[in-house]
């Protein structure tokens, strides 16, 4: 990752906590982002993105297993970010099941 990229998303970072701080801070500033979002596409979107990881960590293990390339590291560290994706996934997916249990209990 180069400098400049590494300075741009810093400074994005910086830009996103000042208008979050606006945000709360209940100055009458509008959120960047004023779209709404569909729960299904993002989550649609979130399980593509893990998905391509996975993908993308079993290529680099089978090619590293086939001798197509010495990569080793490389092939490790696609896995264990596949599988602390994947683990997050399963962590939102489990907290998201407990909450919807929550309000079926709630009585009406």
């Not at 779209?35 to 090619?63: C, D, H, T, Y």
């Amino acid at each position: 990752m180069s400098m400049e990229s590494i300075l741009s998303i810093h400074s994005q970072m910086i830009e996103n906590l000042q208008s979050q701080r606006k945000v709360a801070s209940n100055i009458h500033v509008s959120p960047v982002n004023t779209s709404p979002i569909e729960f299904g596409s993002a989550l649609e979107q979130v399980i593509n993105s893990v998905n391509k990881i996975q993908v993308n960590a079993s290529e680099k293990v089978r090619n590293y297993e086939l001798g197509l390339n010495d990569d080793l590291i490389g092939a490790t560290i696609a896995n264990q970010k596949a599988s602390l994706s994947f683990n997050a996934l399963m962590h939102v997916r489990n907290k998201m099941v407990s909450n919807f249990n929550d309000i079926i209990k709630m009585p009406v």
